[in-house]
């Protein structure tokens, strides 16, 4: 048995736990580029911190149509906005892409960072859901599988621009247990349907990080800083994400 992962359309507390982590890095005064921003949630909160000059792009005109007219939001692409940014950030949105595609992004990205700057990708790891599933399985509950549009994302030890990464944590460990994993196995026990917003997925939202490498909830952050920024980015960037 299976069942699809629906964290964007019904986990609103994963959403909110991924938009926390995303606002840890948003500073006053910052320059910064949402890629993939939907219909402007997350923009609506980075365009809240004082000073912050915020950008959203997404390829899809439906959804820029539902971004509140107050914020700064078009339909396009990292390719249609211009300058550097101090920030950019993805949340979902390199698992919409091939995985072909999505090293290549990065790079992209990171020649667009200003110095200093970094890019903070809030996406969904293969292998922390694969762990999920593990623990799942010894609860008799049907796996859970990726949206059929979505690459999580399958990088392992094997980042691309590795030299400029800051940081990867799989930071929704104790979500991910608690919630996919005790929060279901109580529901399949009564014979419901998992509650998105049980009293236990509440609690593990104030929860910090315990398991590592669980969970498909993971962040990535690549830091460009000036000691780091030794070689020539465009062109190195693009022979390392091959």
């Known amino acids: 048995m299976m069942t699809v992962d629906h964290m964007l359309t019904r986990d609103h507390l994963a959403r909110e736990l991924e938009t ?3 606002l840890a890095y948003v500073k006053p005064g910052m320059r910064v580029l949402e890629i993939g921003c939907g219909d402007g949630q ?4 980075i365009a809240k911190v004082p000073g912050v000059d ?9 959804m820029i149509a539902r971004v509140p007219k107050s914020l700064n939001a078009r339909v396009g692409s990292l390719e249609d906005v ?4 101090d920030l950019v950030v993805t949340q979902r949105a390199l698992v919409t892409m091939l995985p072909s595609e999505q090293r290549p992004m990065v790079a992209r990205v990171l020649d667009r960072l200003a110095m200093e700057g970094r890019y903070v990708a809030v996406e969904c790891d293969a292998k922390g859901l694969a762990a999920v599933n593990v623990l799942r399985g010894r609860l008799n509950l049907p796996i859970i599988t990726p ?11 094997d980042v691309p621009c590795r030299e400029y990464l800051e940081r990867v944590e ?3 460990s104790t979500y991910a247990f608690l919630s996919r994993v005790v929060n ?11 509650d998105y917003a049980a009293p236990v997925n509440q609690m593990a939202l104030g929860l910090p990080s315990l398991i590592p490498g669980l969970g498909q909830y993971c962040i990535w952050v690549w830091h460009l800083s000036e000691a780091r920024a030794d070689l020539e980015m465009s062109r190195d960037f693009w022979e390392r994400a091959k």
């Open 20 to 22: 926390r982590e995303i």
């Open 184 to 194: 279901a196995g109580l529901a399949e026990q009564s014979g419901h349907q998992p």
């Open 82 to 85: 211009d300058g550097r940014f």
């Open 54 to 62: 915020a950008l959203g792009v997404d390829r899809l005109a439906d």
């Open 42 to 45: 997350t923009l609506a909160r």
């Open 170 to 172: 799989h930071f929704g």
């Open 147 to 157: 949206p059929v549009h979505d690459a999580y994302l399958d990088w392992g030890d």
